[in-house]
């Protein structure tokens, strides 16, 4: 240090800037440990993914009592949870030649229920049974004694005590028993009826039936089929759009849309009133209906978040009218709008978002919705009317593997028309999975050129 | 007297415009350039990130400045531009998101708007033939869109080639623009950017006939369906009628 004084040079040697400036760019581009950077990359520019390592630092210092001498030595117990005077042993930490003092530390959690006791006389007043409950007896004061001895031996483990139970009762019977008893005991002891009624056992009293209803209920839910499970789940779902579509009316009402609440509110009711008669074919109709009047609401929704924004991008809007667009369709759907897009080779962002693309891009996915969901409907009015045709006819073009539907409905419509409604629901619902043997070629030789036919603008 | 006409035409710049908006297309992107010789291992392109109007033309007019966020490696990775062109260059090795964060001006907008890019240095055919004459340009198109803008915004941008407006109905009257913004407007055209050369022009037509000719192929799958379908439900209609009305 003096000689640093002496000759006149800096206490501390200057920070070299340029270095430190290129070493952080290089570390953190990089990411340590001395793998090159070519490693690096074949990785994808990120560490392959190992456990965080525990950093020292976060662990708890180990606490040092150098003031304290520490041993530990095998001492007897005892514990107030016991009714016995056991003594037991065990390994206890002495500071200071000092054993600790106190209970057993256990000791606190040996909690029991508490059973009521009745007196022979209260049995005989208030609790002697008089109603017989479903098919079995009624219940005697020695079964009602044991049953409340079992309560208090295994604390209210109803099904432990069902086991153990002398006479065949059921959880219900039992549960029913405990509890009407101690009501009628805590009434009867109370000095007047107001003390008691906070008291959870007299406010809501064991209601038999309905446990046992819901038990059975629960069980049923248990062993479904996966096939029930499915149907349970299409009818919720029905049901909930129907909710939906109602609930989207009444905020169409509360906002200041005044074109589309006029209309869709007197549509919603007849909406509402044909699905309450819960016929299928209904359903299908009211849902056909239901997610037309929800993207309306959406749509409109999305303009007016879109407007309080004040500023944004226009791919941004265009993403909000394209979700609230397809609110009502399952992501199934979205994907094979998708497809479709992706076949009339359309970008499925547009490269160049003028509001004039975006709106075209709007409208083009909506129509694709629409024919998707007309394509769905046609399929399944087919479906209802195979079940109608009994012969079917066979036309020279006609391939073997075709499925019977289409054949049958062949014989009333003029060929062109069908052939072509044929390519364009294969083409339309490629990721069905109803295929036939021979199938995977065009339906016929007349059809081969099928994926240019399609592109054409002027296709009728 | 004067102050009072002041005053109107104060309140009346305010006033938004109710279903009007108005746009500026943006582009924003990266062109970068292979250093070749001169290249080191961690300096082996040199790029620049901009945000500029989609025909090049002056931004400024809406937006006040621009911040570039860079990779933390970089030193001072908060980048602001405070004028035009809306650009920033750098050199370095990796691809990484840059945030671009775009500010208006305070009668356009007090929110920001975010941009979110992927810098592109390497080529997307890797097979090597690096030059330094070719660059590597990744261009991405968007339209700001300021809606139910005020009066006073829509009189300023009015006639600015960086922003569409829109021919208002008639009845509205706007106040006239003063001569000094003319004066700005027709200083700052930056067509000399020596970077121009490389920009893409992004033309809606190409998009418009592709999406009208898709439109057309299914409104007339559409019209196929219902016919179908309107000829099955005409079957069922005779299927429901018991034989001896046939």
Known sequence: ?460 | MVRSSEDNEKKNLVNKLKDVEISAPIVYGNIAFWLGKKASEYQSHKWTVYVRGATNEDLSVVVKRVVFQLHSSFNNPTRVVESPPFELSESGWGEFEIAITLHFHSDVSERPLHLYHHLKLYPEDDSGSMSVKKSVVVESYDEVVFSEPSEGLFARVQGHPAVIVPRLPAGFSLPPVSAEDADKRKRMDPKDNPLTQWFTIFSEADELLKLAAARQQVQAQIARVRRQLTLIDGQHQQQLKPPSEL
């Open chain 1, 1 to 460: 240090m003096d000689a640093k004084d002496i000759l006149g040079l800096p206490k501390n040697s200057l920070p070299i800037p340029p270095e430190k400036k290129s070493r952080p760019q290089k570390d953190s581009q990089r990411k340590p440990d001395g793998i090159s950077r070519e490693v690096y990359a074949l990785t994808g520019g990120v560490p392959p993914p190992l456990m965080p390592s525990l950093d020292v630092n976060q662990l708890k210092k180990r606490q040092k009592t150098e003031n304290e001498k520490i041993t530990w030595e095998w001492l007897s117990f005892t514990s107030s949870a016991r009714k016995d005077d056991l003594k037991l042993y065990h390994w206890v930490r002495v500071v200071n030649g000092t054993p600790p003092t106190g209970d057993y530390s256990f000791a606190k959690y040996n909690k029991s229920v508490d059973v009521i006791k009745y007196t022979d006389e209260e049995y005989e007043k208030h609790l002697t049974d008089p109603m017989i409950i479903l098919l079995c007896q009624e219940w005697t004061k020695e079964e009602t004694d044991e049953l409340f001895e079992l309560c208090e031996r295994f604390d209210l483990r109803f099904v432990v005590i069902a086991d153990r139970f002398s006479t065949s009762r059921s959880v219900e019977e039992l549960k029913n028993r405990y509890y009407s008893v101690s009501r009628t005991i805590l009434i009867a002891r109370a000095p007047s009826p107001a003390d008691v009624s906070g008291h959870p056992l007299v406010k809501d009293p064991y209601n038999i039936s309905q446990e046992v209803d819901r038990k059975r209920a629960l069980s049923m839910v248990l062993s479904q089929t996966k096939h029930q499970e499915r149907k349970d789940a299409e009818v919720l779902s029905e049901a909930k759009k129907i909710m939906e579509t109602r609930m989207a009316a009444k905020a169409a009402q509360d906002a200041e849309l005044a074109d589309t609440s006029n209309a869709s509110p007197e549509r919603m009711e007849k909406a509402a009133a044909a699905a309450e008669t819960a016929s299928p074919s209904n359903i299908q109709a009211t849902s056909g209906v239901a997610p037309l009047m929800s993207i309306a609401e959406n749509a409109a929704a999305a303009a007016a978040s879109l407007r309080t924004l004040k500023v944004y991008l226009r791919t941004y809007a265009l993403d909000q009218m394209v979700q609230a667009a397809s609110s009502s369709a399952g992501l199934r759907t979205i994907k094979r709008v998708e497809q479709f897009l992706q076949e009339l080779k359309v970008n499925l962002k547009p490269k160049v978002p003028t509001k004039a693309v975006c709106a075209e891009h709007l409208e083009l996915r909506k129509e694709i919705l629409t024919l998707l969901n007309l394509q769905k409907l046609l399929q399944t009015k087919e479906e209802g009317s195979s079940y109608r045709e009994v012969s079917y006819t066979e036309t020279p073009d006609t391939p073997k593997g075709l499925h019977c539907v289409i054949d049958q409905d062949r014989t009333f419509v003029p060929d062109s028309v069908s052939f072509r409604a044929i390519s364009t629901e294969r083409v339309g619902k490629r990721d069905q999975k109803r295929k036939g043997p021979g199938r995977e070629a065009p339906s016929s030789p007349a059809q081969s050129n099928k994926r240019p036919r399609k592109l054409k603008a002027t296709d009728s």
